[in-house]
């Protein structure tokens, strides 16, 4: 049976972190590392295998090849990392594309790319460790307001008297704009710290205690993956631009906040 799209994607990312532990065991010389790895390498054949018992396709490097040729040349398609994700709504009932587009940048912030900045994965030095900390309080409050206006977007769904729609419909606009500004505020504080902290990558400064460590997630307790197997300068530059491409998309609304 041919592969879908879908499994063509998928099949195209768990080659690519198979290639990025190949390349960490190679140039590894840490023995602990190298045993960590080719249990990493185990796990990710395996999961090649579920997608295609068959074996890779030979087709799919052109099939994959042409999918970015037609993305390179697409301007609509500008957000490469944004566009491996669909839309998905925030609550059954709702229907503002602007919104849902927000919900769903949050949440790949949330599950895929913010976890890389704890402690478990990168150790910063103390002065961006408190940064870093100030950065989760603000994601809190970003949680927060997704959460109050998914209630008030459900209950205005269910909402049967006039008035009472009336009254939650001017909750909802209120509550969507806080919640757009709130966003864009975090990806802009988010956006900040990843240019210093590369720059001080890039200039050689010691701001990551465990720069030569690949990244690794426990799936028991952690459910990203896009970053599997990567280097910490490459992650984190992956997700200064997974923040640029975010703000991009993100309109910033008439702030008048009253009822």
Known sequence: ??????????LSRVQGIIRNLEKIRKESK????????????????????????????DNMAATVAASKALQDNDPNLKHKIISQFP??????????????????????????FLPILGDTHIKFDFAHQSD????FKHMENLRRNMKVLIETVEE??????QEFREQLGRMKNKQS????????????????????????IREGNSVVMNIEEP?????????ASLLEGRAIPDALMEFLNFTKESMDLINLPNMKIGN
């Open 87 to 112: 839309i998905m709504k925030i609550s059954p009932n709702s229907h503002d594309s602007e919104i849902n587009q927000i919900g769903t940048l949050t949440n790949i912030l949330d599950l895929e």
């Open 177 to 200: 704009r806080i919640f757009i500004a709130e966003a864009y505020e975090v990806f802009k504080k988010i956006r900040e710290f990843l240019e210093a902290v590369n720059k001080d």
């Open 132 to 135: 870093r900390d100030g950065l």
């Open 215 to 223: 990244m690794k997630f426990n799936p028991r307790f952690e459910k």
């Open 1 to 10: 049976m041919p592969l879908t799209h879908e499994q063509i994607v998928e």
């Open 156 to 161: 205005f769904a269910a909402a049967d008297k």
């Open 30 to 57: 840490d023995e602990f590392q190298s045993h960590r790895v080719s249990m990493d390498l185990e796990k990710y054949s395996r999961r090649m295998h579920e997608i295609s018992p068959d074996g890779v396709p």
